[in-house]
T-cell receptor, first 114, second 112 residues
Framework: NAGVTQTPKFRILKIGQSMTLQCTQD?????MYWYRQDPGMGLKLIYY???????DKGEVPNGYNVSRSTTEDFPLRLELAAPSQTSVYFC?????????????FGQGTRLTVV | GENVEQHPSTLSVQEGDSAVIKCTYS??????FPWYKQELGKRPQLIID?????GEKKDQRIAVTLNKTAKHFSLHITETQPEDSAVYFC???????????FGTGTKLQVIP
């Protein structure tokens, strides 16, 4: 199992540009999440999904969009990038209900908006 | 919504000493409390977790305690080693993992 895979690992965007952060997991987890981590700060939930076709907003959803067309993939879309979106983005997945609700994180995407 | 506060933000200990990180939460419905370790430049990884029906859980040098009445939980690391140096996050979640809230993190430095 590859676990949770994120691409790209690094990206520099100009203000106003758009991009999609890719996330895929091969553990057949129902739940997937996107977090952002600002320097020296904790993790803030952007969006989450409890299954294919279902998404919901987290704590800081403004400026982002997600989709969940399959169990495996949960891409995060940034429209009109702003400097405030400079951060490290982590995708995670979990399978609550099996008695183990551990979240597995991807390796992160470091995004800089200039 | 849930609010998780974590203290201290930084912690330096001598190798071999113990380290304690404390968290409080606000939502009495929270029933799952994981702790994650994040080494520099790496992803967070679960090190231990506790559910609300248990008061204490131990795994080798790491232990977590939970006081539901006071709504606080703590991570205890004994006999600290340099490889324990990292940022530690507490979190609280209810209804499964979909509404987890993380603390702001504690940067632990173990001085050899």
């Amino acid at each position: 199992n590859a676990g949770v895979t994120q691409t790209p690992k690094f990206r520099i965007l100009k203000i106003g540009q758009s991009m999609t952060l890719q996330c895929t997991q091969d553990m057949n987890h129902n739940y997937m999440y996107w977090y952002r981590q600002d320097p020296g700060m904790g993790l803030k939930l952007i969006y989450y999904s409890v299954g294919a076709g279902i998404t919901d907003k987290g704590e800081v959803p403004n400026g982002y969009n997600v989709s969940r067309s399959t169990t495996e993939d949960f891409p995060l879309r940034l429209e009109l990038a702003a400097p405030s979106q400079t951060s490290v983005y982590f995708c995670a997945s979990s399978y609550p209900g099996r008695g183990n609700t551990e979240a597995f994180f991807g390796q992160g995407t470091r995004l800089t908006v200039v | 919504g849930e609010n998780v506060e974590q203290h201290p933000s930084t912690l330096s200990v001598q190798e071999g000493d113990s380290a304690v990180i404390k968290c409080t939460y606000s939502d009495s419905a929270s029933n799952y409390f994981p702790w994650y370790k994040q080494e520099l430049g790496k992803r967070p990884q679960l090190i231990i977790d506790i559910r609300s029906n248990v008061g204490e859980k131990k795994d080798q040098r790491i232990a977590v305690t939970l006081n539901k009445t006071a709504k606080h939980f703590s991570l205890h690391i004994t006999e600290t080693q340099p490889e324990d140096s990292a940022v530690y996050f507490c979190a609280a979640a209810s209804g499964g993992y979909q509404k987890v809230t993380f603390g702001t993190g504690t940067k632990l430095q173990v001085i050899p």
